[in-house]
């Protein structure tokens, strides 16, 4: 760890300043109202709530649609971000040797990053349709295989691949940004030593890429479990019988669809725990392998 | 650096040709649907060729929804963003990891937990404070007695109002709000060697010289990283604008574009014009492509400078 | 920026300010939900009324979608940033009406004197959006009901004619799939026909209370009526393919599945009567009939569906007096033609129905068809279980039986078991529900 330090601190708080009172503003005040409903029952037009305590904890955990939400969130998460980052690293590490038509596919690789989630998951019921789209071969073949419409886990695959595309871009982008600072003397020392590619990657790029994708793990998880409201909403509505519930989806739908304010409220909380608790045990048990300079 | 390695050389390609295959489908998907006539896309099976449509559907999308001057708003928006997080995120990483202070992880986590529940979740209290930014401010003055003690004094009554409904800051402020930024330049900062800072001491350099001269040139990559990556959020928002806008004139891309995508939601529904939501998709898409494009110049160094 | 602490100077601005206003017309704003084309109407209907006279001006605002029109002005009443007229959907009255936030359009209307024949509205839709005592809260706008789609020519290569009961529904099922028909029936579960106007048409009870409405502490009843039957029949079709699952996230809804000829018959509402004639463009011969019933059961009106117009509370009197003067505006024969004619929706008064029927609207393609949906709002007097749902939470509830449907229909348990476990969730919606608004009562 860094033992080198600035000592005006008068600096380092007019540097964190703003950033904090944004926060503060547009972050920690809204949600802590909004926190404050999960321990009543706020009436949606703000006609006042009453005090209810953990009541609405109580009726969530006691209820196995919350866990059913819980769990595929959890499968979710490990499965896009495993997918997403295995295939991202594997193409950047290539990317990174710069053979022929690099350029080409460096650019064919990224620009898919710009698409919006919306869009992402139109195209993706579309390949997946089971009459009609891509997927329609695939029941040709094997009839009645693959119908996400009606079967859960098909559908909670089909989210997953839409996940995960659209993260590999996003992945693909810093890890080759963290290949590229990887000073070139280093590669080419060792390559005088006689490290073939494939060692090269192991022993020197991948090492070195660790705070990178120390970062990236960390981002996609919080992003799966945070940011999957777009994709969830356009390919299935969290459907056949909640199989890609996702729980921001369910916060969203019971909150703000469903009105049910305080409900919803309570979840956001368990959401939050549980993502920062994810993120407090790479933190304590990763970053500590994590090689800095 | 020139090695021998065909076999690896030919593996490379095939596995980069089947990663790029995997990535461009879907989007060659959204192409083939844009260039075909209404009763094309809707067709069983689908048709995995495209047609001839594509300028006919463009343009149709274009009259439909009005994008001209939502071009120039969704700009303004994303350009905003990407300002506000890359001056936030650097100053408040350069705060927390250069200085030995005891609030350096607790301003940390309170930045990065700022990750963990994303606006949707939080929209409506978000908006309160989207409708008077110094609400906050105000609760806490009249928790605390300021706001008596200045209603005594001065005889007025102390009311703090900035709204900022329908407007740009409104816009940007909440998005910027966030922690991607100071992470991933945290995560930088921690791999810059001590030697570095000793140097800069040594030489008598403050610290905001050293933030200048020394830090912002060395993550100019992951500042262009981290740039293409907001503007693309940026540029796709969708749920908060359509929200707080409701004054056509500071109207933004996304949300015009969702006017073109069939609702089925509504009693009755609408004509399914998928061909004309996908060109709609094809020309909303252009701009954010057109950055990563020219970006990724920057953030990907070996491009400028081969022998580095 | 606009950063100001009230000051002397501050307050002249503003007193300035609304005297340069007051000269200027009046203005106020309506968010809707309506999306696509129909928002267009929506949208010109507005740039009519502007047209139409100099004191008002309303500003329309689209919401993309029901749930974001009513969700959106909830956000934005807590703001107190509120427009003064929302459209608000159907499942959405319960809800509405607890709030207490509204101003009825009832009192509206008699307030600023403008003289509205409530008689004149259809009891099928006015019962829906009035209080106990029969005043209406909200104004009837784009109303509905649903409707049996058929393709006369598939129903004709079969050697069948379409059913007016359930029972000569499978026959005309399995005659359509004998004649090599692969998709009879394209089905997707919609809570607001399979049960809502299901049980309306059958005079059976969705929930106690009639529906909820003589007070909050109802509870669900659906799993013991004859919606059980037709559920587990619909679940039978399904096993023995005499119907497919046609939905928006498999590709092809059911609608454009039926404008494609790919399914000879789907239920919908009778809004989508325009949509599907310009998809079918005439490829094919097609009609609509009333929504069949059981045999043995006496056949009763359905209700409205679509959305009403809700004026909020906390606005000037000169808004109100804009609004009142755009509802009033809405409920003349002309804008109803217009609105009648440049969308599916039909007519919420009866002078405005008689006016199109004395033009002849309703004889030819592509407007022939429409009025069966008012016979079929019409076709008893609205008693106790046909007058409408009076459900807090019931967008929830809606969701709580879709979801337990497909179990069912995915075969992960029986169709009563399924409708047992919606209804005693839906109950807990209720319940709480019940205690948000504890010692209030519907109006």
Known sequence: MRRAFFKNNWIAALVVAPQLLVIFIFFYWPTSQALYWAFTLEQPWGGGNEWVGFENFIFLLSDDRYWQSVRISIIYALATTALAMGMALILALFADRQLRGYKAFRIGLIWPYAVAAPAIGLAFRFIFNPSAGVASYLNMAFPGIWDPVMNGSNAITMVIIAGAWKQVSYSFIFLLAGLQSIPRSLTEASAMDGARVLRRMKDIQLPLLTPTVFFLVIINITDSFTDSFGLVDTMTSGGPARATNLMVYKIYEDGFRGLDYSGAAAQSIILMILVIALTFLQFKYVERRVHYT | ?308 | ?443
């Open chain 2, 1 to 308: 650096m020139i090695e021998r390695t065909p076999l690896l050389n030919v593996a490379t390609h095939a596995i980069l040709f089947i990663g790029l295959f995997m990535l461009v489908v879907p989007i060659y998907l959204v192409v083939v649907a844009a260039s075909q006539t209404l009763q094309d896309v809707m067709s069983i099976p689908a048709k995995l060729l495209p047609g001839d449509q594509l300028l006919v559907n463009l343009k149709a999308a274009w009259t439909e929804a009005d994008f001209g001057s939502k071009f120039v708003n969704t700009m303004i928006l994303a350009m905003g963003v990407v300002v506000g997080k890359i001056i936030f995120a650097a100053l408040t990483a350069f705060g927390i990891v250069f200085f030995d202070h005891r609030l350096r992880m607790p301003i940390f986590w309170m930045v990065f937990i700022t990750l963990m529940l994303p606006l949707e979740v939080r929209i409506v209290p978000t908006y309160a404070v989207a409708a008077n930014a110094l609400s906050p401010f105000q609760t806490i003055f009249d928790w605390i007695g300021v706001s008596w003690l200045w209603n005594t004094v001065t005889g007025v009554e102390m009311a703090l109002n900035w709204n900022l409904l329908n407007s740009y800051t409104g816009l940007i402020m909440p998005l910027v709000a966030t922690a991607t930024g100071t992470f991933l330049y945290r995560q930088f900062f921690l791999t810059i060697p001590d030697e570095l800072v000793e140097a800069a001491k040594m030489d008598g350099a403050g610290p905001l010289r050293f933030l200048w001269e020394i830090l912002i040139p060395l993550s100019r990559t992951n500042m262009a990283a981290l740039a293409t990556i907001m503007f693309v959020a940026g540029w796709n928002q969708y749920l908060w604008p359509l929200l707080i806008i409701t004054d056509p004139a500071y109207g933004v891309v996304a949300v015009e574009l969702s006017r073109l995508v069939p609702n089925m939601n509504t009693t009755g529904g609408d004509i399914p014009n998928w061909h004309w939501a996908m060109a709609g998709t094809l020309i909303v898409m252009l701009p954010p492509v057109a950055v990563v494009i020219f970006m990724q110049r920057w953030f990907v160094r070996g491009l400028i400078n081969t022998d580095k």
């Open chain 3, 1 to 443: 920026m606009k950063f100001a602490t009230t000051s002397a100077a501050a307050i002249a601005a503003v007193v300035t300010a609304s005297a340069a206003f007051a000269q200027d017309k009046v203005q106020f704003e309506y968010w809707y939900g309506l999306g696509g084309q129909l928002g267009d109407v929506v949208q010109a209907t507005c740039d009519r009324f502007n047209e139409s006279q100099s004191e008002f001006e309303i500003t329309c605002v689209g919401q993309d979608g029901y749930a974001n029109a009513v969700q959106n002005t909830i956000a934005a009443f807590r703001a107190d940033q509120h427009p003064t007229v929302v459209q608000a959907y159907d499942a959405g009255t319960a809800d509405l009406m607890m709030s207490g936030e509204f101003y009825a359009v009832h009192q509206m209307m008699a307030d600023f004197d403008i003289d509205i024949d409530w008689d004149d509205y259809f009891p099928g839709i006015a019962n829906y959006y009035a209080s106990s005592k029969g005043e209406l809260y909200s104004m009837p706008f784009n109303s509905s009901t649903p409707m049996m789609y058929f393709n006369v020519a598939d129903l004709e290569a079969a050697g069948v004619e379409a059913p007016a009961t359930w029972e000569e529904f499978e026959d005309v099922l399995v005659a359509l799939k004998a004649s090599g028909k692969e998709c009879p029936y394209g089905y997707a579960p919609s809570t607001w026909i399979d049960l809502e106007q299901f049980s309306m048409a059958h005079n059976v009870p969705i929930a106690s209370n009639n529906n909820g409405y003589d007070g909050l502490d109802s509870e669900y009843l659906y799993n013991t009526t004859i919606h059980v039957k037709h559920m587990e029949n619909i679940k039978r079709w399904y096993d023995e393919g005499l119907l497919e699952i046609r939905t928006t996230q498999g590709g092809l809804n059911s609608r454009d599945s039926f404008a494609q000829a790919e399914c000879s018959l789907y239920f919908g509402s009778i809004a989508s009567h325009a949509a599907v004639g310009n998809l079918v463009d005439g490829a094919f011969e097609w009609d609509v009939a009333m929504i069949p019933v059981y045999e043995g059961t006496e056949r009763h009106n359905t209700v409205v569906g679509g959305a009403s117009l809700w004026v909020l509370s906390g606005k000037t009197d000169e808004e109100y007096r804009g609004a009142a003067e755009y509802l009033k505006f809405l409920a003349t024969p002309e804008s109803e033609e217009y609105w009648s004619t440049n969308t599916g929706y039909i007519p919420v008064t009866k002078t405005g129905f008689d006016t199109l029927v004395e033009k002849g609207f309703y004889e030819n393609a592509p407007y022939k068809g429409r009025e069966l949906a008012l016979e079929s709002l019409t076709y008893t007097d609205p008693g106790p279980l046909t007058r409408g749902i009076r459900l807090g939470g019931f967008i929830q509830a809606r969701s709580e039986w879709s979801n337990e449907v497909q179990a069912a229909l995915q075969g992960d348990k029986t169709m009563q078991e399924a409708l047992d476990t919606a209804v005693s969730r839906s109950n807990d919606i209720l319940n709480k529900f019940a205690r948000t608004y504890r010692g209030q009562e519907l109006p």
